[in-house]
């Protein structure tokens, strides 16, 4: 389905199924919600599960004039939640920066939210708060992306002969494929512009989504990988302490991609924080 968002943006929904309450899947960036059915179907049985996709990713396109800003990506977190569960008790799992969309959603309306899981979300302190992040090599890594491919599956072979996606669980790999390419004339292009994910990343540090956290009265549970110095794993206990009602789970042997490389454990995760 599709639902309106701000900036006549329409955001594209997808329904994975399930039995029970309602569960929202939001994806990293330069991903799309498909990347996380793995996990949807891990937890039939208890969730009806949904995912969006995100202004400029999957299927949601971004306006032409649309300048990157990330409070747009908390509007599209807000209409996806809304339209997953217009009642009230939704369970959210945000990855990076779906995390910070749903967080953003939940400040926005308190009693959308029974539980939040996050995964590292891109929350950061501004300079003036004395943390200092140095511009991530990700950044011209996704300007410096290959953009297509002449089919599907030679885009499969590419990625999974080289890290981080050669780590990948092979579903969650064919699903970045399958839906997050289109046919073109040369063959298959990604849907995600490689300049729109470099400028979001870009621009992952100057939203205002830790000035919010005091605010946020949802249960948060913040989950982080293996902690470096200046990533969203190093960052992700202080926003937890921010966070009026929040748990903090680590797991060392996990890294910034663990819900592609292990979407069963994601789907226990979620099923504990809830239960």
Known sequence: MRVPSSDHVSVSIQEFGGRGRPLLLAHATGFHGYCYLPIADALTDQFTAYALDYRGHGDTARPNDWQVNWAGYGDDSLAAARAAAPDGGLVGFGHSMGATGLLMAAHRDPELFDVIVAFEPIVFPAPADGFHRDPPPIIEGARRRRSSFSSFSEAITNYSSKPPMMSFDPEVLRLYVGHGFRPSPDGVRLKCDPEHEAR????????????????????????????????????????????????????PEWDHFAPFVDPAAMATLIAEAVS
């Open 200 to 251: 979001t990343f870009e621009m992952g540090g100057l939203h205002s989504c830790w000035d919010l956290l005091p605010e946020i009265t949802a249960r948060v549970v913040i989950v982080a990988g293996a902690t470096d110095e200046t990533g969203p794993a190093f960052i992700a206990k202080r926003v937890a302490d921010r966070l009026p009602n929040s748990t903090y789970v680590e797991n």
